[in-house]
């Protein structure tokens, strides 16, 4: 059965009659049409699925229709998953990006699985991160977060300040700093939302230009979830992270299969 596009970016309600998969398919084919629509290539704008409060099952059908990129919000569900997700991500099937807060004191349980952060929103929070990556040995992929809305509800460095502290985790050894990651405004008002994006696609373009040491892969964009990616995709997005729109509203709604 085809899977229909939602009559607009806010009506995906839970629909417990299709699975994962079908949801899944349903998602990507809205990102593809927001990408032409945008006059972009479909393949520029990648789709992470947010998976909080979602169980083993549940990411394994995911990542069976066709996930690559998965996020989690919390460290302690991140740290639950991880006995039973660790040979996806050994053998490479998907890459895991926190996307949540984090504290500086849950670095060493985020980085056992994670492959990415895209929370940053602090020079102590990179420091931390770049310690621990130097002890192991490894280069950590992640991105500044930014508050582009300015709503006290949001985490995430203020966007006046976000050049400066890129520069600052660019230069971090054990770090790759790939780009930039905002949670939209939460409103009504389409072009409010859109200029938030805007804005982060502004700070991306300033730190690349600046061409201070480290900023040279910072290009990635994380922004838009199921409510709003055709505006972020519209202002150049080349990551969305979706969950509602692939789970439905509570862990469960949707069969897995």
Do not use: W
Not at 61 to 67: D, L, T
Not at 140 to 161: F, R, T
């Amino acid at each position: 059965m085809p899977s229909p596009t939602p009559a607009s970016p806010l009506d995906v309600p839970a629909e417990p009659s299709r699975t994962i998969a079908d949801r899944y398919e349903a998602v990507r084919a809205r990102i593809d049409a927001a990408a032409l629509a945008a006059g972009r290539a479909p393949a520029e704008v990648r789709l992470l699925v947010a998976t909080k409060t979602q169980g083993p099952a549940a990411v394994r059908a995911v990542v069976a229709a066709g996930a690559t990129l998965i996020g989690e919000n919390r460290v302690q569900e991140l740290v639950a998953k991880a006995p039973d997700l660790a040979d996806l991500v050994a053998d490479g099937s998907v890459r895991v990006h926190m996307i949540g807060h984090l504290q500086r004191n849950k670095v060493n349980q985020v980085l056992a699985t994670a492959t990415g952060v895209e929370s940053v929103d602090s020079l102590a929070l990179a420091e931390a991160l770049a310690s621990r990556c130097a002890r192991e040995g490894r280069t950590l992929d992640v991105m500044v977060q930014v508050n582009v809305s300015g709503e006290e509800s949001k985490a995430g460095v203020g966007p006046d300040d976000a050049p400066h502290l890129s520069r600052q985790v660019a230069a971090l050894e054990g770090l790759r700093l790939t780009g930039f990651m905002t949670i939209g405004a939460n409103s009504p008002d389409t072009a409010l939302v859109r200029a938030g994006f805007e804005r982060l696609r502004g700070i991306r373009d300033e730190v690349l230009a600046s061409g201070a040491p480290g900023t040279g892969e910072a290009r990635e964009l994380s922004m838009g979830m199921s409510g709003d990616l055709e505006a972020a995709i519209a202002e150049g997005a080349t990551i969305v992270r979706v969950g509602t729109a692939v789970f439905g509203a509570r862990a469960g709604t949707i069969p897995v299969a």
